[in-house]
């Protein structure tokens, strides 16, 4: 299933980038008041919104996550941790 998915946002991610430059191109050479805006507009938000999660740093983890986990939870079943 993960491969899948993974498939499945690398084909999305590709197609909103694919569709905001065709957009782009299709504008710059018909003019503003073509249909293409509405491609532009709904390709545009994807694409924004992909760049800024690949673009910025994110850990996988909060420094202060184990911290936070044991305060949260001090028992965990199963593994002898007290």
Known sequence: MNRLKSLYVSAYIGGSVAG????LVMLAR??????????????????????????????????????TACLTHPRVEGTGLK
């Open 20 to 23: 905001l430059a065709v957009s």
């Open 30 to 67: 018909d003019g503003i008041a073509s249909p293409w805006l509405g491609t532009l507009l709904a390709s545009a938000a994807p694409a924004a919104f992909f760049a800024r999660v690949f673009a910025s740093f994110t850990p996988a983890w909060a420094p202060h996550f184990l911290v």
